[in-house]
T-cell receptor, first 113, second 113 residues
Framework: GAGVSQSPSNKVTEKGKDVELRCDPISGHTALYWYRQRLGQGLEFLIYFQGNSAPDKSGLPSDRFSAERTGESVSTLTIQRTQQEDSAVYLC???????????FGSGTRLTVV | SQQGEEDPQALSIQEGENATMNCSYKTSINNLQWYRQNSGRGLVHLILIRSNEREKHSGRLRVTLDTSKKSSSLLITASRAADTASYFCATDRNIQGAQKLVFGQGTRLTINP
């Protein structure tokens, strides 16, 4: 597609449940990033995929967070046993190897009640 | 902290005035980018300035970069109500072999009609 697509756009879940967030990057973009943004804050780096290399997971806040990406396509971010502190907007971005431009999706707003 | 710092945190001005936002960072960078975010959702890329550039213009936007001081500024001239948004600077850097975009906390800009 023309842009980065994320789904769902909004998700309300009960504390303790697992959630899965999806990101469809721009076709041909080898790099994919997940960020978390709490209300009124900047973006926190979570994880980075580059082609078939091992992902950089250095930003994941706990072992309840994991992400997968198959090749250069869709990525899913999974949060297990959600906590209220996980409430945030989760943003995905992709980048081409040929340039410096990052394209962001509209994000998934996660609310844990 | 991996994040840069921006000031002011919030800025409120009258329509037609110029708005200046500043950003500082701590490490060497490939480039520095400014983004706008409306209503806490998707980010819109505004302008990119490379580490060997000192100033760049795009319409009503003017960005400066001082790598000796590790700082940047974004100037919006002749502000409009539609410029009301949060503005983030982000440094594009290589961290342990991975190219990442590291964000500041942002400036919330309000343009009063």
């Amino acid at each position: 597609g023309a842009g980065v697509s994320q789904s769902p756009s909004n998700k309300v879940t009960e504390k303790g449940k697992d959630v899965e967030l999806r990101c469809d990057p721009i076709s041909g973009h080898t790099a994919l990033y997940w960020y978390r943004q709490r209300l009124g804050q900047g973006l926190e780096f979570l994880i980075y995929f580059q082609g078939n290399s091992a992902p950089d997971k250095s930003g994941l806040p706990s072992d309840r967070f994991s992400a997968e990406r198959t090749g250069e396509s869709v990525s899913t971010l999974t949060i297990q046993r959600t906590q209220q502190e996980d409430s945030a907007v989760y943003l995905c971005a992709s980048r081409s190897d040929r340039g410096h431009g990052y394209t962001f999706g509209s994000g998934t707003r996660l609310t844990v009640v | 902290s991996q994040q840069g710092e921006e000031d002011p945190q919030a800025l409120s001005i009258q329509e037609g005035e110029n708005a200046t936002m500043n950003c500082s960072y701590k490490t060497s960078i490939n480039n520095l980018q400014w983004y706008r975010q409306n209503s806490g959702r998707g980010l819109v890329h505004l302008i990119l300035i490379r580490s060997n550039e000192r100033e760049k213009h795009s319409g009503r936007l003017r960005v400066t970069l001082d790598t000796s001081k590790k700082s940047s500024s974004l100037l919006i001239t002749a502000s409009r109500a539609a410029d009301t948004a949060s503005y983030f600077c982000a440094t594009d850097r290589n961290i342990q072999g991975a190219q990442k975009l590291v964000f500041g906390q942002g400036t919330r800009l309000t343009i009063n009609p």
